[in-house]
């Protein structure tokens, strides 16, 4: 089965402003729709939800901490909207693998 996700280019530009403005590692969160058939499994992007700095507790180049508080109320408005909640941030200075804390 292929697995795809599929972006508005407005919501795709958002993200990776977001996520590759600085130096830094950024998170943010996606809201998504599942839609489904026996060959594909697709996730729509809804809506991109940028980690603001009053959540971010540090971040550095190869590392990123938020708080709980940055994705409980956009987890709750996943479930009351039966979306898909995704977590996503940046890996700087070409790192394409995935971290310890990733995993």
């Known amino acids: ?23 830094n590692e950024q998170a943010a969160f996606l809201l998504c729709s599942l839609a489904e058939t026996d060959l594909e499994m697709r996730l729509l992007v809804n809506k991109v939800i940028p980690v603001a700095a009053e959540h971010i507790e540090f971040n550095t180049p190869d590392r990123i901490r938020y708080t709980d ?28 693998g995935f971290s310890a804390i990733d995993d």
Do not use: W
């Open 1 to 23: 089965m292929q697995k795809t996700i599929t972006f508005l280019d407005k919501d795709y530009e958002l993200l990776q402003r977001h996520l590759f403005k600085d130096q």
């Open 69 to 96: 508080e940055s994705y409980y109320p956009v987890i709750s408005e996943a479930k009351k909207q039966d979306q898909c909640f995704i977590m996503v941030h940046s890996h700087m200075n070409g790192y394409v």
